[in-house]
């Protein structure tokens, strides 16, 4: 099997979790997508726009990893949960390179095909995972530190 290529929306609070246990989860309306992916498959994890305090923290790339495992189902509580929703579809990941630098989306957005309209950009990142192109992954890995 070719490999795939992802990317993982997710929250900062998650984020933390995923780089501490190496797994990735989605909640029940990604079980689909989640069941596509196939260990050796490479994944973007994407972390959403953050308020720490009084400041924002813009969207960005944090890390590459790769799949380990194929998908299964565990309902324990690993995640913090998001607008009401567990993530007990998962699967377990192998760290590829955390990025030293957070790598912000919105310098990337001219340069990712799979981002058609470049105006409403943040649409495309409204769901929990979704595949990319190999051009598009290669962008990101370049442009992270």
């Known amino acids: 099997m070719p490999v795939k290529y992802w ?7 998650n984020w933390k979790i995923i780089r501490k246990s190496n797994i990735w989860g989605v909640p029940e309306r990604a079980r689909r997508i989640i069941e596509n992916v196939e260990p050796g498959d490479m994944l973007a994890i994407y972390v959403i726009q953050t308020r720490l305090r009084d400041k924002i923290v813009p969207s960005r790339f944090v890390g590459i990893f ?9 309902e324990s509580k690993l995640f913090v949960k998001y607008k009401g929703k567990a993530f007990p579809y998962r699967i377990r990941l192998k760290p590829v390179r955390i990025f030293h630098k957070p790598l912000y989306v919105k310098s990337l957005v001219p340069r990712l095909s799979f981002i058609r309209n470049k105006r409403f950009w943040t649409v495309y990142f409204r769901r929990a995972m979704f595949e990319i192109p190999k051009e598009d992954f290669a962008t990101i890995i370049s442009e992270a530190e």
């Open 66 to 74: 790769e799949a380990s495992s194929k998908p299964f189902y565990d």
């Open 7 to 13: 990317v993982c929306v997710t929250t900062e609070e």
